[in-house]
């Protein structure tokens, strides 16, 4: 069988289309190939909705091309199922005989599975065509599967000396510096998209009164955390306000009558290690990629940890020469982009780290 990465780049290319849509599933692109020739593409669109693989071969104009033609897929091919059929019994059933997978999936109801049942009904089966591509596009989702944990991102924005914000006390009227651009706000509230939960210190919910919404960016709002202890945030902050569901981390719940609608309280022991047990949470309500945005002290705790995965960090040109210092991270800098008045860094720690 000649393969041709090319198809399978065509893959990563469509499957990136389903961001922000299929969390928690892996994002994932096919393309059907006769002749060397695209004959029909897909991507998994939305969680619950069909995957690459059904939509790639349904746009298909002529199935009985199928039976001399070659699927490219980005993550093997499901083999159990859940809200949708097994994609490899439809590739079997379709008749086509080959198959080219950039990786195996993690999930042990597939692992290895998909790949099998293929090869048993005489599918030839290609592994392994861009297969670090592929990993990294999914690499919540494989952290997910490998460390049943949630995904961490952390991001800020500091001045060009290392200052996240002037020093600033609950009550005393300071408005935040305004340190990102009209630019780089939207674009953190696309990342916002990007994950299921989206988490705050007591500290910043108080200074701040955040909405935590992705109001700037076509896209679900994430799911509200915060961190408050000895429940001093008022009822009527902006994270209370019952529109999008809110997490909230205490040592005790408040009385019934306290309590606001959409919004859960989860006891964690502040004398022990709070930031695995957040993440334990999480993990148990279903929140696998998580985006935590400050302030200084909750990022910093995470960081000497080693508890994070990815890391957006903007550096604007304007001087503060005092306030509250940024924190100090080191990672893979996997890209660098200016924006008017500040450049935005993109790190990465490595897939394997496991926080247990």
């Not at 059933?93 to 080219?100: A, C, L, Y």
């Not at 606001?260 to 502040?270: G, H, L, M, Q, W």
């Not at 709070?274 to 995470?302: C, M, P, V, W």
Request: contains cysteine.
């Amino acid at each position: 069988m000649e393969i041709n990465p090319q198809f399978m780049e065509r893959c990563l290319q469509l499957a990136r289309k389903g961001e922000g849509f299929t969390k928690p599933n892996p994002l994932v692109g096919a393309v059907v190939v006769h002749n060397g020739k695209i004959i029909g593409e897909g991507f998994h669109r939305k969680y619950g909705e069909g995957h690459a693989e059904v939509n790639a071969i349904a746009s298909v104009k002529d199935s009985a091309l199928l039976a001399d033609s070659t699927l490219y897929v980005s993550l093997e091919p499901c083999a159990h199922y859940g809200k949708t059929p097994p994609c490899a019994e439809l590739i079997i059933t379709k008749g086509i005989p080959r198959v080219v997978v950039a990786t195996g999936d993690p999930n042990p109801k597939v692992s290895g599975k998909g790949i099998a049942m293929m090869r048993e009904n005489g599918i030839e089966v290609t592994v392994g065509l861009l297969e670090k591509e592929a990993r990294d596009l999914n690499r919540i989702f494989f952290v997910n599967q490998l460390y049943h944990r949630p995904y961490i991102l952390l991001k800020w924005a500091q001045s060009s000396d290392g200052f996240m914000d002037y020093l600033r006390i609950p009550g005393d009227g300071k408005s935040p510096v305004i340190i990102s651009n009209t630019m780089t706000h939207a674009i953190v509230h696309k990342f916002r998209t990007k994950v299921q939960g989206i988490m705050v210190g007591t500290n910043t919910a108080l200074l701040d009164n955040p909405r935590l919404t992705a109001r700037k960016w076509f896209g679900d709002d994430p799911v509200r955390v915060v961190i408050d202890r000895e429940n001093k945030i008022p009822a009527d902050a902006f994270l209370f306000d019952g529109t999008v569901p809110t997490i909230v981390f205490t040592a005790s719940a408040p009385s019934h009558t306290m309590k606001k609608e959409n919004v859960k309280y989860i006891v964690i022991d502040f004398s022990g290690d709070t930031n695995r047990q957040i993440l334990a949470g999480l993990y148990d309500e279903k929140i696998y990629s998580l985006l935590i945005e400050g302030g200084a002290r909750l990022l910093t705790s995470f960081i000497e940890k080693e508890m994070w995965d990815e890391a957006y960090l903007e550096i604007a040109e304007k001087s503060l020469q005092s306030g509250v210092r940024a924190p100090l991270i080191q990672g893979d800098i996997v890209a660098c982009r200016n924006y008017p008045g500040s450049v935005q860094f993109h790190l990465k720690s490595k897939i394997t780290r496991n926080f247990h």
